[in-house]
């Protein structure tokens, strides 16, 4: 028994989510209210957000414990600024932003993205930044050219203008393969996020391949809970074995 709990103990989930809206319109965007709801849930169970860069360490230290969870943001919509940071303020919780850096101050999906200010401002707040590459194309589909340039290219920009020391990478899409995953190595990333599999992120994880659970608009606050807390993650992927989830 004391076996099967270390096996839960030593997991924890990051949570992939796009935008935080005042009205969801689609099933990326989190209304606002929805997303303070979660973030109290959090809270109230016990979990506490802790920052990518120290999720990598306990990782690599075989010291994962699993009430920490790490909160990431894809495409770095500027509704964030205004729905969900002040949201995480509050509770002086971390979180990681992704952003395709060719687009920052323009838009992405018709919604308008942060520009540098926005930036700025936001990591004074404790926000951190990543790269989710330059211009959010499918890696795969890739030559070697341009894969190394979507790669190299949007990591060198935000260090430059952030000052960055460590350096996470969200592949669109969350697809990757290993030609991906080497391309992102060698182009100095510390490590790198994927969608897909229910299953939590361990010290045994390659960080190339480290797991995200989406957040979406269909998410109700039972699936939440539950996405968040390790000890279902075996019951839910036997689960969406039989139906995919949604
Ligand atoms: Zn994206």
């Known amino acids: 028994m004391e076996a099967v709990a270390s096996i839960f103990q030593s997991r924890f989930k990051i949570l992939a989510y796009h935008s935080v809206v005042p009205v969801s319109r689609s ?3 989190i209304a606002s209210e ?3 709801k979660q973030m109290d849930c959090l809270f109230s169970a016990g979990y506490r957000a802790i920052s990518l860069k120290d999720a990598l360490s306990s990782m690599q230290s075989g010291c994962v414990d699993s009430k920490s969870v790490v ?3 894809d495409d770095g919509y500027k509704a964030l600024v205004d729905h969900a940071f002040p949201v995480l303020s509050r509770r002086g919780w971390p979180a990681t932003v992704f952003v395709p850096v060719a687009h920052i101050g323009g838009q992405y999906e018709s919604s308008a993205l942060m520009n540098w ?3 700025n401002e936001a990591v004074k707040k404790g926000i ?7 211009n959010h194309r499918n890696l795969l589909e890739l030559n070697d050219e341009d894969l190394q340039n979507e790669l190299a290219e949007s990591r060198r920009i935000l260090a430059s203008e952030l000052g960055l020391s460590f350096h996470p990478l969200a592949y669109p ?3 990757f393969d290993r030609r991906v995953a080497d391309a992102a190595k060698a182009s100095g990333y510390d490590l790198a996020l994927t969608f897909g599999s229910i299953l939590s992120n361990t010290s045994r994880t390659n960080p190339f391949e480290m797991k995200r659970e989406q957040v979406l608009c269909s998410t109700t606050q039972k699936a939440f809970s539950r ?3 390790v000890r279902y993650d075996l019951q839910r992927k036997l689960w969406h074995m039989i139906i995919p989830e949604r």
């Open 27 to 29: 099933r990326y965007e």
């Open 34 to 36: 929805v997303f303070e």
């Open 71 to 73: 909160i990431t943001f």
């Open 117 to 119: 200010d926005d930036i």
């Open 128 to 134: 951190a930044f990543g790269s989710h590459t330059m």
């Open 173 to 175: 899409y969350g697809y």
């Open 227 to 229: 996405k968040v807390d």
